[in-house]
């Protein structure tokens, strides 16, 4: 067989990422992160960020993966959904480095599943993906990766970063630290919402940052800390507990018997947790996406973009973006 090496770029938010593959193993997976001294992500200081870092990650990769930019047959990048300015530096630096070789457009959700499927190993599964920006539950189905659930509003991990600024002085992912004191806390009711197949987590961001604000003025230091731990505790439980009723519902569904969780939020020992629990006892698997690569990344393009080139995708006719670009408007040919 001949291996190929396949180049992709991640550019559609916070993560400016180069990856590289030959179909077997991942080469390299460099990558530069902005972030925001001060609330959420900044568009243009994000694209700034992107333009300063661009070449140091690629030749951070090309020397990682001991090749050089001409040795690269195929290139991708992450067309969409996304922050327009962060996406135009991705067309942009993928239009200069890729000459006149095959350039390929990645949905980014569907990189997120690709990768997952490429590491832990999983055919079909139900998959769960949970990161800063996105909330959604999605399976295969003729041609397409279906969305069957998905957030009405605001993405789990946006809802998790929002709530732990609000209550603590963290700037960054809120994540690891509500984890952290959600141990030891115990039940206060939030709203639970599930519509359907779709999830709604504003509601809880709310209840719980009021419950703050109103509840922890007068009281003591030490029980501030418990009402604080009460809330993170309560704030997981009710999020994953709708996520993991919904996945249920979907692998039922479509009669699918294993789950991949990826994204951000599946560093979560909680989510998994839960899902570990009714994958079990439906006769299902779990299957998680290695952490150092459920985050944004280039691995995952380059991945993506090869299974797009061996299933007989044609290369993009015009380099171009879309942040709106819809999981399931994503032509998938390699999974049937
Ligand atoms: P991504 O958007 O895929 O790069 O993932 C970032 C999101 O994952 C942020 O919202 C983080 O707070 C979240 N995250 C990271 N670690 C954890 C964790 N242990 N539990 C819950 N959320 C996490
Ligand atoms: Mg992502």
């Known amino acids: 067989m001949i291996t190929m090496l396949s180049l992709g770029i991640e550019c559609t938010a916070h993560t400016f990422g180069i990856g590289i593959t030959d179909g077997e193993k991942i080469l390299a997976d460099a990558k530069d992160m902005y972030k925001p001294e001060k609330g959420g992500i900044h568009p243009i200081e994000a694209k700034i960020h992107h333009e300063n870092v661009k070449e140091k990650v690629l030749e951070e990769a090309l020397n990682k993966a001991k090749v050089h930019l001409n040795d690269i047959d195929i290139f991708s990048y992450s067309a969409g959904p996304g922050l327009p300015p962060c996406l135009k530096v991705g067309v942009e630096f993928v239009s200069k480095i890729s000459g006149k070789k095959p350039v390929f457009a990645v949905n980014h959700p569907v990189a997120h599943i690709e990768i997952g499927r490429f590491l832990a190993k999983c055919n079909d599964p139900i998959v769960i993906y949970v990161s800063g920006g996105n909330t959604q539950i999605i399976g295969y189905a003729a041609g397409r990766y279906r969305v069957f659930g998905e957030t009405e509003d605001i993405a789990i991990g946006n809802a998790i970063d929002t709530f732990m600024r609000e209550v603590t002085d963290n700037a960054g992912f809120g994540g690891p630290m509500m984890e952290k004191l959600a141990e030891g806390g115990n039940y206060i009711e939030l709203p639970y919402v599930v519509k359907g197949m779709d999830l709604s987590f504003s509601g809880i961001l709310t209840s719980a940052t009021q419950k703050w604000k109103k509840e922890s003025i007068e009281k003591s230091e030490r029980d501030r800390s418990v009402l604080l ?19 249920e519902r979907a692998l039922a569904h479509a009669g699918k018997t294993e789950v991949l969780v990826t994204g951000g939020v599946a560093a979560s020992k909680r989510l998994r947790e839960m899902l570990d629990i009714m994958c079990r006892e439906r006769g299902a698997k779990l299957f998680v996406c290695p952490v150092e690569y459920s985050g944004d990344n280039g691995a995952m393009i380059s991945i993506t973009g090869l299974l797009m080139k061996n299933s007989g995708q044609k290369s993009a006719d015009k380099i171009d973006f879309n942040p709106k670009w819809r999981t399931d408007e994503a032509e998938i040919t390699w999974m049937d």
Do not use: H, I, R
């Open 229 to 247: 731990s009460d809330l993170c505790f309560s704030f997981q439980e009710t999020c994953y507990s709708m996520l993991t009723e919904v996945t």
